[in-house]
């Protein structure tokens, strides 16, 4: 099949039939849900077209055009993963996203590479390795807090940490994300979440 592509590298956001959304996929997953036959609806935009060969008879191409956000009925239900008492897994990357790279002490914005993750209640005293208890921090304030508690340290926590629901974590773990597809996110974070005032912040920078 020859391939000419508008938009390869572009995650395409994936959902259950009934619109939540379950995770991220690449074009060739979408392809085989495509010819699999499994795709319900398309929302968003039209993100790519995929050209075959020549019908011999018909002598019309082949063509395939895949959307940036796609229903499917194929057994799996996201809705488990939106009830509350869902935790999705702690891991730096989507704990740096969640605080958008700035050390949640100093306030300041760095590379992955500076970053580590600061429990602010310390392990030694007590504290969970979980996201209501881990937040960003740059490896000078990490360092300059040590194993004290941010009131021991004088340090003040400039965001309450917390735990993102499955769309807010599908959000987090992707940093190109079309607006058709931020929106849609969005629309299933709670109205609460800080990651709206953030992600309008950030915007307007
Ligand atoms: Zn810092």
């Known amino acids: ?9 572009q995650p395409i956001l994936r959902t259950d039939a009934s619109g939540l959304p379950i995770e991220w996929i690449n074009f060739r997953h979408a392809v085989k849900l495509y010819y699999l036959d499994v795709v319900l609806y398309e929302c968003g935009s039209e993100l790519l077209t995929l ?18 956000i796609i229903a ?8 488990n993963k939106l009830l509350n008492d869902y935790t999705p897994p702690l891991t730096n990357n989507a704990l ?40 960003t921090a740059c490896k000078r304030c990490n360092q300059h807090k040590g194993s004290l508690t ?16 499955h ?10 994300i079309l607006a058709d597809q931020m929106t849609f996110l969005r629309a299933h ?17």
């Open 96 to 135: 740096f996203q969640r605080d958008f790279h700035l050390c949640m002490y100093c306030g300041s914005r760095f590379m992955k590479s500076e970053l580590s993750r600061d429990h602010v209640t310390p392990i030694v005293h007590g504290g969970k390795d979980e996201w209501n208890n881990c937040v």
């Open 51 to 68: 050209h075959g060969g020549v019908n011999a008879v018909s002598g019309i191409r082949s063509e395939l055009k895949i959307n940036s």
């Open 167 to 176: 769309a807010e974590f599908i959000f987090l773990q992707k940093k190109r």
């Open 1 to 9: 099949m020859t391939m000419i592509f508008e938009e390869l590298s």
């Open 189 to 205: 974070f709670p109205r609460t979440s800080p990651l709206h005032r953030r992600i309008e912040e950030s915007l307007n920078i």
């Open 150 to 165: 941010p009131e021991q340290a004088n340090m003040k926590l400039i965001a309450i940490p917390f735990t993102p629901n």
């Open 72 to 79: 499917t009925d194929s057994g799996i239900a996201a809705k």
